[in-house]
Structures are given as structure tokens and as C-alpha cells.
């Protein structure tokens, strides 16, 4: 019995909940109560607004338990992450150092601040209850903003971007923090992330150095940690690498944790998504079939949950009145289906451990 809805005014508790819970805490979901009233109005004004190409709009998510009347996860698509202030990351590149007379020709790896993902839609913000963690319920709440762009597409950028979580120590420290930003900031990696959450990371950007940072002289734990995400993250990059994402030469200037990109229509869901006619029947007539996610196509009203993917021979999807009910569709209307497993899930095909960079950052 779970739907994923936008946001309402009612929610602010149970969001003020979940950003208290996430782990580690996200320095775009803050558990701040102002600033998540107002996360919840501006995506109300997203969902309200026409838009014919993405700028500051913010659209908020929750997935709601309607067994229970509890809202257990929350997830938000920033349609252009640099709409309003520049979107900073770190880059990974290489610089040769050479001398003839020396005969020394050196490769030393660096990391360069960058707003090139600025034009990227985002994926962010996501915190799901810990008693939903390892269901289908992670994946319709992480995916089901692929099925909402798949329908809107002129509101979103071409690429899309997710930021995943870094890697900390036993003590919740950021070992890049430490060897990096905390010589800027006088303040630990907890109190800076949570600040950045309440403000922006813009002033991060502006205070951190401008030149280039040599890998070689930071600390050992820190290197170790550029592009490693958070442990507890690691199934959920596996499932996005599975999507078709990929990895870029972007980390987090934070806790270096990993950027990913994909190019919108070259993802799983996009290029398997398909359009049916609806036809209700009941629950136990309805047929065995692979589970998948099903959306109706209504943008202030939109709804997606995970039913089976039942077809009749004339391609209409077979719904039972309880799924029809959820979604708001009546027998006739057309549905957005798309398969809830991935190709290379589980079998390992994907290797979540491959940089794999898309080949416009080779």
C-alpha cells in the first residue's frame, strides 16, 4: 500500500523526521524546520507553475505507507541545480610536471573546483524510515522521479546528476574534511555540513582555494576517500550504476563523495518505460508478472507505486481496483509502466567499483 505523491503542507513533521534520520545527515535535506516549510512551498509552486525549460524549481516527493497513514520517505529533483547560485564540485584531473634538463616527467593528480554540473537536473535530498530499507519501497522512492521526468521532460535538464554521501570514519568525521577544509573553516565536519544545509554551499566555494589541490599532499585517509561513498549508500550507487548512470571526475567538495551523471535518455527506465491503457481486474485474477512501476499522468496529482506488470494480449495493463484507486485512474486510462528490476542487478554484470566516466569527460 505505498504511493509516491508531491508534498504536502501536512507533511512537515514526518520531513522534519526523516531529515533527522537520514544517515549520514545530507546537507540538502537539513533538519531545520524553516527551511523545509520552505522546500515544501516551493515545490508546491514547481507543481503549480508552467514551465516550458528548467530553472529554480525544486519538486519534493514523499512515499506514503496508506496501511498505516505514515509518510516513510522523501525524495526531491532540483530541475537545474545551478539555477540560482553556481553548483560547486571537485574535479579530478591530471597535470604533467616535466623538466628535459631533469629528464623527470611527472603525472600528478589534482582536483580543480568546478561549476560544470550547474546545468545538471539533480537528484537529491532522499531519506527513506530504516524499517523500509532493502524493499522495493528504496527503489520506487529513488527511481519513481525517473518515471515523473520521463513524463515532463521540457521541466528538466538532459543530464541528470545524483551526489552521493562520502565516506566518514568510526567518529562520523570526513577524513577529506579534515585534511582539506578544515584549514578554511574552523568548525568540524558535522557543523559545517549542517550550515550548508541552512544556507548554501556557495560560501564554501568562495572561501575554499581557488588553485588547484595537489592529491599528493594531502593526507593518505583523504585520498583514500575521493569518490568512495558512504557504506550505507553503496547499494543505492549499485542500483543507480544498474540505471545506466555513470561516474564523473566529480566529487563532493564536503566529504569528496562521488557525482554521477547519465544522460536522461539513455537510462534503464527511460529507454524501457512504456505507455498502456489501463484495465481493471481483480487482485486474484490478475496474472503472475515481474513487479514494475506504474504512474499515472496527471503532473499536480502524480502518483506512482509498484504493481505487477500484468499485460493483456492487446497491450493494456491489468490493474486490481485497490492499485487503480492509489494512482487516481479510471479503466481506459493510460498508464506509465516501467520494470522495477534492472539489467545487471544481482547478477554482477555492473561493477559499482568501475570509474566508468562517460566518454564526454575522458
Known amino acids: ?23 549520514p545527515r545530507l546537507t540538502n535535506l537539513p533538519a531545520h524546520r524553516d527551511r523545509l516549510e520552505e522546500r515544501i512551498a516551493r515545490s508546491r509552486q514547481a507543481f503549480a507553475t508552467e514551465v516550458e525549460a528548467p530553472g529554480d524549481e525544486h519538486y519534493t516527493f514523499v512515499l506514503e505507507d496508506l496501511e498505516c497513514g505514515e509518510i516513510v520517505g522523501t525524495a526531491t529533483i532540483r530541475a537545474q541545480v545551478g539555477a540560482r547560485e553556481a553548483y560547486y564540485t571537485y574535479r579530478q584531473e591530471t597535470l604533467i610536471h616535466a623538466s628535459q634538463q631533469l629528464d623527470v616527467r611527472r603525472e600528478v593528480p589534482i582536483l580543480s573546483l568546478s561549476h560544470e554540473v550547474s546545468e545538471a537536473t539533480l537528484l537529491c535530498a532522499l531519506s527513506l524510515d530504516a524499517r523500509y530499507k532493502g524493499t522495493s519501497a528504496e527503489s520506487l522512492l529513488r527511481r519513481a522521479r525517473l518515471m515523473f521526468i520521463a513524463q515532463y521532460p521540457e521541466r528538466f535538464a538532459g543530464i541528470l546528476a545524483m551526489a552521493f554521501p562520502g565516506y566518514l570514519d568510526e567518529q562520523g568525521e570526513s577524513p577529506f574534511w579534515n585534511s582539506v577544509g578544515r584549514h578554511f573553516f574552523v568548525r568540524d565536519y558535522q557543523e559545517i555540513n549542517y550550515l550548508a544545509g541552512v544556507r548554501s554551499k556557495s560560501f564554501i566555494a568562495e572561501v575554499m582555494p581557488q588553485f588547484p589541490l ?7 585517509q583523504a585520498r583514500a576517500a575521493i569518490g568512495r561513498e558512504h557504506p550505507d549508500h553503496e547499494a543505492a550507487l549499485a542500483e543507480m550504476l544498474a540505471e545506466g548512470f555513470l561516474r564523473s571526475r566529480h566529487v563532493d567538495i564536503f566529504d569528496a563523495g562521488p557525482v554521477i551523471k547519465g544522460e536522461r535518455e539513455r537510462l534503464a527506465s527511460f529507454q524501457r518505460a512504456a505507455w498502456h491503457p489501463v484495465r481493471i481486474r481483480p487482485a486474484h485474477a490478475l496474472p503472475d508478472a515481474e513487479p514494475a512501476m506504474v504512474a499515472n499522468q496527471r503532473l499536480g496529482d502524480f502518483r506512482c507505486v509498484v504493481a505487477r506488470y500484468a499485460l493483456s494480449p492487446t497491450g493494456q495493463l491489468m490493474l486490481s ?42
Not at 1 to 23: F, K, N
Open 1 to 23: 500500500m505505498l504511493v509516491i505523491r508531491p508534498v504536502h503542507p501536512a507533511d512537515l513533521p514526518a520531513l522534519e523526521r526523516l531529515a533527522g534520520s537520514a544517515t
Open 214 to 220: 595537489y592529491l599528493a599532499l594531502l593526507t593518505p
Open 321 to 362: 481496483p485497490s492499485h487503480a484507486e492509489r494512482l487516481g485512474v479510471e479503466e481506459g486510462r493510460a498508464v506509465l509502466a516501467a520494470p522495477l528490476a534492472l539489467p545487471g542487478m544481482g547478477d554482477g554484470s555492473v561493477d559499482e567499483h568501475d570509474p566508468g566516466y562517460d566518454e564526454g569527460e575522458l
